[in-house]
């Protein structure tokens, strides 16, 4: 009898180790890989029957029904089963994660930076047969449900996959399913769209592309200008490049104004590329930026509204189309950048520096003069800063004919101021062997204003040379006239007596 009841068991045993060993795959389901919810139930079926044979089993070996090694062999097949249980819990765990871009948000901070606030969320697909075949007291599995992604890796790349944000990646430790985590980076590039990088999981990664939203509820106009400072000449002119970009969740269109540049600076804003000019500028939904320029034109004088030489700070200004009559008369007043910013308008600082002129006339009033071989002639011209900014190291240099001598008075003017006019001297001594004829003299000038040349017109003056006996033949002719003359009269008095 006894001998029946362990035969049956060891039958029970053979089965069982079997069942068992087919059930943990030799012989696999190929669609396991392509269905691996079915997968896992079937692995944690065999897990199931696995466990139940140990346990039972552990009762019959203790009772000495079944050898010690027949015991190693079912406690080995329930382990097999266990793992091949846990690995396909581990696929379809991480099958299931999934991490969302929520939002995507640009914004610019009241330094100037650019930035970007990502919002992402656990949006992992959990169903309740899944739930059902996790081990509530497993630990492991407990804390690697799909509802809790754990080390979530997000950067910011451009087209070119350069990362453009700062920092470089950000890390959530955790990522609950139902409780998004909003990230702020730094926008090392200016884009409107770029690409979010996840990684998560086992090595799992997403990279859509985004495009980035603006923050609807600051409702102005954001500008940016690379020339920003910009040195200019009286009687010049300025050109402002700004790029201009809408945040606002209401307003469209907005006014440009300029404030704090004085009333004898011209100025208007124009479309770039076009002489269009403008007063208002209106954003579309296919276009949340605009590119304008703003031109500023100097006066050819100083007056009392600016410095030569010193910073002239002033601002662009974009006010909403519903804020216009309450801003009308900005113009009225010098405003802070802070006062700016209180009235939560848009605005940017630019700034120019009034440069001087230095501007050199020569004037003289006769440019013909006579001379004879050997003697000085002089001639007399002026000279008058008509520019903006003081002449310095003033110089004269005449291109006489070969041979000639000049000598210039005063020979160097150190300062000439502006508007200051002086007498010049030029006295040419042509040789004695000139002949008789007329000779151009070249007169050069060179001056400096504020270290740069000033470039001067140059003066050409024409000497009359005479000789001696051209000129006693002029006196004999003329006396030989006044003696006719003389006696013509004289021939009419006598002739009228008689």
Do not use: C
């Not at 047969?129 to 690697?144: K, R, T």
């Not at 520096?353 to 006579?370: C, D, E, N």
């Not at 003056?461 to 006239?481: R, W």
């Amino acid at each position: 009898m006894i001998k029946r009841i362990s035969f049956f068991f060891f039958l029970i045993l053979v089965f069982g180790t079997f069942s068992q060993v087919f059930a943990q795959g030799m012989f696999p389901n190929q669609r396991d890989d392509s269905y691996p919810l079915l997968g896992l139930k079937r692995a944690y079926s065999a897990y199931e029957k696995a466990k139940n044979d140990y346990e039972r089993n552990k009762q019959l070996m203790h009772k000495g029904l079944i050898s010690e090694s027949q015991f190693d062999q079912l406690k080995t097949s329930y382990f097999d089963a266990e793992v091949n249980y846990q690995q396909s819990l581990l696929v379809l765990l991480f099958e299931k994660q999934f991490v969302s871009v929520n939002k995507a948000v640009k914004y610019q901070d009241s330094n100037g930076r650019k930035k970007v606030k990502i919002t992402i969320e656990n949006t992992s697909g959990v169903s309740a047969e899944y739930q059902q075949l996790i081990p509530a007291d497993d630990s492991l599995f407990s804390s690697l449900r799909p509802e809790m992604i754990h080390n979530v890796y997000v950067s910011l790349s451009n087209d070119d996959n350069a990362i453009v944000s700062q920092p470089y990646e950000q890390k959530v430790e955790v990522l609950e399913n139902g409780k998004p985590k909003t990230l702020e980076f730094d926008l090392l590039q200016d884009l409107d769209a770029l690409t979010v990088n996840i990684i998560y999981g086992n090595g799992s990664s997403r990279n859509p592309k985004v495009f980035l939203e603006k923050d609807a509820s600051v409702n102005r106009v954001l500008f940016q200008s690379q020339q920003f400072s910009q040195e200019v000449e009286l009687n010049g002119s300025a050109n402002f490049g700004l790029d201009l970009e809408l945040f606002s969740g209401s307003e469209n269109t907005f006014k440009l104004e300029v404030v704090n540049l004085p009333l004898s600076m011209n100025r208007y804003f124009v479309e770039r590329g076009t002489s269009t000019r403008l007063s208002q500028i209106r954003f579309n939904e296919s276009s949340r930026t605009r590119q304008t320029d703003l031109r500023v034109f100097l006066p050819d004088r100083v007056d009392d509204s600016f410095i030569i030489d010193k910073s002239l700070p002033f601002f662009a200004v974009a006010i909403p189309a519903d804020r216009i009559a309450e801003l009308a008369n900005m113009n009225r007043k010098t405003w802070t950048a802070e006062e700016l910013e209180a009235l939560n308008i848009g605005f940017s600082r630019l700034e120019i520096i009034p440069r001087g002129i230095g501007r050199l006339i020569v004037k003289a009033q006769q440019l013909f003069i006579s001379g004879k071989p050997g003697e000085p002639s002089s001639i007399q011209f002026k000279v008058k800063n008509d520019g903006t900014r003081d002449l310095q190291n003033i110089e004269f240099d005449p291109d006489v004919p070969f041979g000639w001598t000049f000598e210039v008075n005063p020979k160097l003017i150190e300062r000439l101021a502006v508007r200051e006019e002086l007498d010049v001297t030029l006295t040419i001594t042509p040789k004695i062997e000139a002949s008789v004829g007329r000779y151009e003299t070249r007169l050069k000038t060179s001056s400096i204003s504020d270290n740069t040349p000033v470039t001067v017109e140059d003066k050409i003056f024409t000497i009359d040379i005479q000789s001696e006996a051209s000129a006693t033949g002029t006196v004999v002719l003329m006396s030989l006239l006044i003696a006719l003359i003389g006696g013509l009269i004289y021939g009419g008095i006598k002739i009228s007596k008689k």
